[in-house]
């Protein structure tokens, strides 16, 4: 794990709020002049802190809010079956996060489409697809109540 002090958290914590932010202003968010702020965010980013600044879009803008959690059991554990699932998970493009769980499940993914008809079209083209799948269990959403990117620094 990195280190961070207290100043570099005053600074994350801002710019996972407002990533586009310009450095001046930052710089008087958290209270140091603007040279050593930028020092500062640069440091961030070379040590891996910062991964990426990124556009967070309205799913609903962009014709997909219908968001479906799947559950998949594999037909075993085997290191090359673990592979090879997730290399093709990786491939569908509604496919937004894959975790590798502890419990009844092996794997946890976030799909979005465009409503029940359009996962049921990703369900047949692509997930009834994925390699080593013996079970799959999909939850829909039916709103989120609460939702952040931000990590508690």
């Given at each position: ?47 891996g ?8 879009l ?37 496919v ?6 502890a ?51």
């Amino acid at each position: 794990m990195t280190h961070y002090d207290d100043t570099d958290a005053r600074i994350l914590r801002v710019l996972q709020k407002s990533g586009r932010i310009s450095n001046a202003d930052l710089s008087e968010k958290v209270n140091l002049s603007a040279s050593a702020c930028h020092r500062r965010v640069q440091r961030l980013e070379k040590e891996g802190i910062i991964r990426d600044y990124v556009a967070m879009l309205d799913p609903r803008k962009v014709g997909r809010p219908t968001t479906v959690f799947v559950e998949i059991t594999l037909s075993g554990q085997a290191d090359e079956v673990l592979d090879a699932f997730e290399r093709e998970v990786a491939r569908i493009p509604e496919v937004l996060e894959c975790h590798l769980m502890a419990g009844t499940a092996d794997y946890l993914l976030k799909v979005v489409a465009e409503d029940t008809e359009g996962f049921a079209a990703i369900h047949r083209r692509a997930l009834a697809r994925l390699p080593g799948v013996a079970q799959m269990q999909s939850s829909f959403a039916l709103r989120t109540v609460f939702k952040t990117t931000a990590l508690p620094v």
